[in-house]
């Protein structure tokens, strides 16, 4: 059954091979100025958005779409050799089950010369999980083969306490409707104050998304966030590794 699956799989990949592409965005750690990680964002090949590409995708067909952006990601990081860590997004409703998906990923880290323990995971939970039990399993067998994980948009949409209390990732990236204005805003200060009290008991790197102005930099700085992702640092860019930028 699995080998009939996974051919389907390959068919349907094939057909949005030639609609896909990826930027690369990087994640800084200012601690030492230095780039941390590129995170890999899927795109159309006229440039289109994300989203723009993802509404373009049948439900049907997510699982196919899902496998072809990592393995998209992967080859580029092939043809670029990032000097730091990839991180690359999933879907957690597009996992049928954590074995296709970690053999085909594992398969094309190697075929590139990707070590494993250079890979980040980001679980994005922009919708709700269908299947709990099924995300845990995949994100744990991830982690077994050394690759990384990484909560994506925490504090956003479905993203939220339930699935870190059952799964501690490596890294919680914080939602840019957290961070935006926070050098301004004391509530939203308070709650990434006490988050980042709780990464550090649970062994957690928090990242800071969407930081966009020095103010807001130093603050989230003062509150012990120093892996920061956002335009102030650098924008994605098509198909190459963009060199970030230090205020300073």
Known sequence: MRNMETCDLRDEEKSFERAITMAFQPIVDLSCQTTFAHEAL???QDGASASDVLSGVELDHR???DQLCRTTALEWAGRLKPPALL???FMPNAIYDAYHGLMATVA???RVGMPLARIIFEVNEQEAVADFERL???LRAYRAQGILTAIDDFGAAYSGLNLLADFQPDLLKLDLALIKGI????ARRAIIRHTVRMCE???IQVIAEGVETADDSLTLRDLGIHLQQGYLFG???LEALPLPRFEG
């Open 87 to 89: 991180s690359i997004n």
């Open 136 to 138: 845990v399993s995949a």
């Open 63 to 65: 699982l196919a779409f």
């Open 42 to 44: 899927v795109r159309g």
């Open 108 to 110: 094309t880290a190697k």
């Open 183 to 186: 050098s301004l805003d004391r």
């Open 235 to 237: 924008k994605p860019e």
């Open 201 to 203: 008991e649970l062994n």
